[in-house]
């Protein structure tokens, strides 16, 4: 019994150490969802035919569409266009968000801990 008084004092020390280090994730988590959010990834389609420019939250911040693509009578092409680089531009997204994370983390794959976006 003497020296369980010891160790819980040792205890106590580690669990002050290891609230800082998640404390310290937490300040860097959050630095890095603002740097993620003002990220701009551009999608593309069709050869680059159609280009999205999308912040790292998933805002689509332009869409630009080449005037030959245009065609009245074949709009579901265009219509798939756009879809393409909409899912392109938000893979990119989240292909740099797991990159960050990942450093973040050193690789770390840690459950439930998913950003917001």
Do not use: W, Y
């Amino acid at each position: 019994m003497k020296g369980f008084g010891g160790n819980a004092g040792s205890n106590a020390g580690g669990m002050g150490n290891m609230l800082k280090q998640v404390q310290q994730m937490q300040a860097q988590m959050a630095k890095m969802q603002e740097e993620v959010a003002i990220t701009q990834v551009t999608g593309q389609s069709g050869g680059g035919m159609v280009t999205v420019v999308m912040s790292g939250n998933h805002e689509v911040q332009k869409v630009t569409i080449e005037a030959s693509v245009v065609n009245a009578s074949d709009i579901e092409l265009l219509e798939d266009l756009v879809a393409a680089a909409c899912n392109d531009a938000n893979k990119k997204v989240r292909d740099m968000t797991q990159q960050r994370m990942s450093s973040l983390t050193g690789g770390l794959n840690i459950p439930g801990l998913n950003l917001p976006f």
